[in-house]
């Protein structure tokens, strides 16, 4: 009886530690579902959703504290990944949160620019380049559009400008059926 | 007799080829302005090496290639760049690009022509030279050709195929170029094979050409080349696609995303290594290429074209019939409609062809899929369209991956047999940009995230050290002050000799305090001793992400145009 | 704009539809030869009752009416109907069935190309399960003439009127025959004792039969069926039956008996070749008509219905998104490993 007792007890603590080592051992880094919705997200970090980033929406989501419908720039398509992802209803952006606007990246003009820093503060993503005094420029492949280096500007120089398809990134349309051919063009 | 293999599916629509090879090659003459697009090519756009004003020389360099993987562009005759500016591209998109536009002199004048002596040079330097003199793949994928001279892993590369199957409807470029300038063709082939240490050469030419056969095979009689082979092939819709003319004369498949020299075989057109030969002999970069006008045109003929010359002055040539109502760039199957017949000849431009309401009927109305499998019987690529199709339709783009979309080489075999008339290739065309564009989309946001994090990272340790240089001076200070508090009150113990008062005490216990802070701080400084390896390795990445950005600044410098129209 | 590929192959549904029923034509003129004009009655009646359902439910469905009812789908859905139910049925079962097929079985799952199942069995199943006895009224060869056939189809004569001349198939009366006379009964005995047999199968029915093969050899010869379906769905039958007529001769029919005494051959060359709900995939046809065969044997030689090729059909239909996702053909320079597997 003892000795049944003994071993129950010595199985337990070998697998208690095992275990233990285990979820040391290959403890999963972060919360999976919080990597998960911020994957979705379109790491603008602009903060329109109330929160200073998308990581921090991301944990607020998923800790039940924000809804699915406050990120502009993911648009329509990015609440409806989420609701995919969370098995929620889709529901139409939440209007106090902003709009779903073309994609844009910032555009310093050089000539204004006085060198102040303030955008470079501003900027979430380091897409801002220029020393103290010296002129400023956008990186507009780092840019993500998220505006925030605007407001603080002191000489207003700093502009959204849309960005334009070009050949490369030109998309062939969803086909649908003609009703008319196009008439012809040529001159 | 060789032993062919065969790929599955193919179609065989009606080849419209005779009216175009009735007579010779005819030279188109240069126009009055040249607009040529600087990104000719797959890879980077070449960085513009001319100004307005400028005046350039035949074959002058004036686009220099922007890394490797991309080719140079040239001025295909004399005269004065008028304006580097954005103008419309032979594209289906109809959007402007960066073009050179140059008002030439009509005296075509030549610059400096050198024969290469790839013999005596370093292969590497051979195709710098080939990269810079502008050669591209002339089959129509564009693909810079010097990327592909390069021996696989083993040093040596087993069959070099050469393609001169041109299997697409109207199109007889190929054909026409291998009647009349064989010769140079084996020149160039035997240039490459040299190149990549190829073993034997396959030149694969469908069997409805059988004057190109005569006289490929009297050249390389005559050039006294050993193991180059002629081999007719049976004429069959796609068998001029690389993909499938490797098939058929090496039984090999190379596999999409695969490269071909991993597999031992590499395959490049007739017109490439013609503009090998051209390149190497004598010393004349790629400014011209043998486009066929057909379709809708009174006389239609192949015609050697300048790189840069309006569709239009080429078309006129032929004489286009008055409902022409359409310019397509290649053949019927695969070609892409021109926005205008403004448009520049390009080195992609095998064949202007000019439609019409009569020649190309717009297909019946689209009935639903049956499921018939005609689809599936017809693809080169083995791969099942209407499923493709259904989720291309449905934008389930993950599913379509999963059936290999990639796969699929939109050679136009399952829309052609489909008895729904469903525009199949238009669903992939659709998918394929789609998730190309998603796929941008995500990198850009990892990067977002990257550089958000990294920038987090960065505030906090600052923050983290200026606290710690503020706790610094305020102790410092406080010792100062405590220095001097101690000698004041050390002088006046003589007289009054208080003792040390608790207040005094608390005191210097929190500047103890803070002292000892600092030291432990000096002695652990934030980040530039002892460290762990994978801080090192934190490091290593972050300095790389800065010379990253960098990067990104200097390609930022080149300028910033708008669109035209 | 359109976009490539210009040049389009001279081919429309329409244009497969009407061979389809093109290449019946020879089984319907053994059918008139061997059973009377009742057949032909049938098939107008099933013709008019298919092209107006289907022209009101396209009008509901505020789908362009002339575009879809000119491809021949409803004419296709609607002459397999008539051939596979009885030729003497009253005329508003045949109407009925129709209207089944083409606004349940094909428009409510979302019209051409969409059903998962099979129009012509579902509407055939439906009724085999709720008239059962009408459903077994098949004429004896040369029994009735065409007016009282025309009066069967439409005045529902006197049930003793109607036992005289009909009678049910061969396949039909053996089965029976087998299950009630339990093991005193052989397949000799039973086919010596009716005056329904031919020379190999049903008395003209074998003929029939022979019509459907030629007819669906020539639309193998035009392409517009593979070999896949009709082989695979004959050589299993005739295995299956072949086996079990060697092994237990005195209870179960010859192959021969199998494929020309009822509606095999139909089914080989025009039911089970249904593009929309068969199997797609060259592996996947062989797995898809072999497994109707099966269900269609084991159906014949123990089930309680006369023939279960309906119920095969409509069985290895559910089946046929999960045969083609495992029977993907591997794709140019792929192999097998990377196909896409849930
Ligand atoms: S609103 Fe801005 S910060 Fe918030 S999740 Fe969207 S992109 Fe990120
Ligand atoms: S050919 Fe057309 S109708 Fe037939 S399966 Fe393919 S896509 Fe569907
Ligand atoms: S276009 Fe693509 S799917 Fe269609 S036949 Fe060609 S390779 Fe196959």
Known sequence: MLTAILVMALGAVVLGAALGYAAVRFRVQGDPLVEKIDAVLPQTQCGQCGFPGCKPYAQAIAKGEADINQCPPGGEEGIRKLADLLGREVKPLSAEHGVEKPKAVAFIDEQICIGCTLCIQACPVDAIVGAAKQMHTVIAAQCTGCELCVPPCPVNCISMQPIVETVETWKWKYPIIEIKPAPARIS | ???????????????????????????????????????????????????????????????????????????????????????????????????????????????????????????????????????????????????KLAPGKQGSLDTLVINGAECEPFITCDDLLMRERAAGIVRGIRIMRELLAAHRVLIGIEDNKPQAIAAMQAAVSGSGESDMEIVAIPTRYPAGGAKQLIRVLTGIEVPHGKRSTDYGVQCFNVGTAYAIHEAIDLGQPLISRIVTVAGNVAAPRNYEVLLGTPMRAVMALAEPLPDTDRIIMGGPMMGVPMPGDEVPVVKATNCILAGSRKLFPPPPPEMPCIRCGECAKACPADLQPFELYWFARAKIFGKAQEYHLFDCIECGCCAYVCPSRIPLVDYYRFAKSEIWAREAEKEAADKAREHYEFRQQREEREKQEKAARLAAKTAAGREKAAVALASVTSAESATAAPAASPEEDAKKALIAAALARARAQQAQPANTTGLTPEQEAEIAAIEARRAAMREEIRKQARPHLPPDN | MTNSPYLLKPASVQSIMLRVLAALLPGIAAYVWFFGAAILVQIALATVAALAAEALILKLRDKPVMLFLTDGSALVTAWLIALSLPPLVPWWLTVLAVAIAIIVAKHLYGGLGQNPFNPAMVAFALMIVAYPQLMSHWPLPGAATFTQQWQMIFHALAPETLDALTSATPLDALRTALHTQGTTASVASVLAGNGNIGQFAGRGWEWVAGGYLLGGLWMLQQRIITWHLPAAFLATLFALSGAASLADGAHHAGPLFHLFGGGAMLAAFFIITDPVSAATTPKGKLIFAAGIALITWIIRSFGAYPDGIAFGVLLMNIAVPLIDMYTQPAVFGHKKEDMPHE
């Open chain 2, 1 to 147: 007799m060789r032993q062919l293999f065969d790929f599955n599916g193919g179609v065989k629509p009606d080849y419209h080829k005779d009216a175009s090879v009735q007579r010779p090659i005819a030279v188109s003459p240069a126009p009055a302005f040249l607009v040529i697009p600087l990104h000719q090519s797959i890879g980077g756009t070449p960085r513009p090496l001319v100004a307005p004003g400028d005046h350039v020389l035949k074959g002058q360099r004036i686009g220099a290639a922007d890394g490797n993987l991309s080719a140079a562009v040239h001025a295909s005759t004399s005269g004065t760049v008028s304006a580097v500016e954005m103008r419309r591209m032979p594209h289906p998109s109809g959007l402007s690009a960066l073009c050179v536009v140059i008002e030439t002199d009509g005296k075509d004048e030549w610059g400096e022509r050198q024969p290469f002596d790839y013999r005596n040079r370093p292969r590497e330097e051979t195709r710098d030279y080939l990269r810079d003199a502008g050669i591209v793949g002339l089959g129509g994928a564009v693909f810079p050709s010097h990327l």
